[in-house]
């Protein structure tokens, strides 16, 4: 049975991996954003997303981490994700590590800095064990996904989370490059998801294939509301209801946003232009 995610309760999910969830649960983060720490119960740790600005959260993770924080691994620089790496950097000393700083869209953790910056398939030794950056641009163009490559872990950030669908917002995100990311997984050993939010994903491979069947069920739609169309041409906010109609209103926000990602990703793959703020699909 699965267990109710407590914000702030200190959780051992594996021999190696703990996880704190920070106090910010809601429609877009789920039960809150999970931090991870990652290590034995004697030697150096490693931290996967510290988080919110939430003092109280970054309180726990220095409690928790101690002096044996060496480093701070950030996915990509949301909000919800990254800002807290400055308060725990300052009181444990730990280096900070991540693809760097993006435009700013409304977003982004301006102030975030890297120690050191990382790209694809870069490695940090952590002396008792090895993460492997993976780029994995789509929901965000700097986002990286860790693998803990003694147990094959996948530490997924936004790339993947557990029981909600990832949202594309343009211009920083792009259903191409998501598409792309999700089917490079497959060339990597493993063989659990730890998500920015909700619980461990047990079987990576049939979960990315249904999230790929979901994205073109999605486009699909997007297709067929375009044929439908008196003239063949529509709006965003046209499109919205109709691609988007079994999903709660309440959610139709950032549906539009994903819903713009698709028929970026259609005009990319030459089946769609847009003129005027208005979308047709391109003829055979």
Same mark, same amino acid.
């Given at each position: 049975?699965t ?17 704190i ?15 991870? #720490? /990652?290590?034995? %119960?004697?030697?150096? =740790?490693?931290? *996967?997303?510290?988080?919110?600005d939430?003092?109280? !959260?970054?309180?726990? #993770? /220095?409690?928790? %981490?101690?002096?044996? =924080?060496?480093? *701070? ?7 919800? !994700?990254s ?12 280096? *900070? ?87 490079k ?19 990576p ?21 375009l044929a ?31 819903l ?25």
């Open positions: 049975m267990t109710t995610i407590i914000p702030g309760e200190l959780v051992r999910i594996h021999p190696r991996v703990q996880r969830t920070a106090p910010n649960p809601g429609m877009m983060t789920g039960p809150g954003t999970n931090s991870y #720490l /990652i290590g034995d %119960a004697t030697g150096d =740790l490693a931290m *996967i997303d510290p988080g919110p939430i003092a109280s !959260h970054a309180d726990l #993770l /220095i409690k928790h %981490a101690g002096n044996r =924080l060496r480093w *701070i691994f950030c996915t990509h620089t949301h909000q919800d !994700h800002p807290a790496s400055r308060a725990v950097k300052q009181a444990t000393g730990a280096q *900070i590590f991540g693809f760097g700083r993006v435009p700013d869209d409304g977003r982004q953790d301006t102030e975030f800095k890297a120690d050191q910056a990382l790209t694809n398939d870069d490695v940090v030794d952590c002396g008792a064990f090895k993460i492997r950056a993976i780029h994995t641009p789509g929901h965000a163009s700097n986002h990286l996904c860790y693998l803990l490559e003694e147990v094959s872990w996948l530490f997924t950030g936004d790339h993947v989370m557990q029981g909600s669908t990832v949202v594309i917002s343009p211009p920083d995100g792009d259903m191409y490059e998501y598409f792309a990311s999700l089917n997984l497959s060339s990597y050993s493993i063989t659990a998801f730890a998500p920015g939010h909700g619980h461990v994903i047990e079987a491979r049939e979960e990315v294939t249904k999230i790929i069947a979901h994205r073109l069920k999605r486009e699909q739609k997007v297709v067929d509301a439908k169309m008196p003239t063949g041409t529509a709006t965003l906010d046209e499109l919205v209801p109709v691609v988007y109609d079994d999903v709660s209103p309440k959610l139709h926000v950032p549906a539009r946003r994903s713009h990602a698709h028929l970026l990703k259609l005009a990319r793959d030459g089946r769609a232009v847009e003129g005027e703020g208005c979308w047709q699909m391109v003829k055979a």
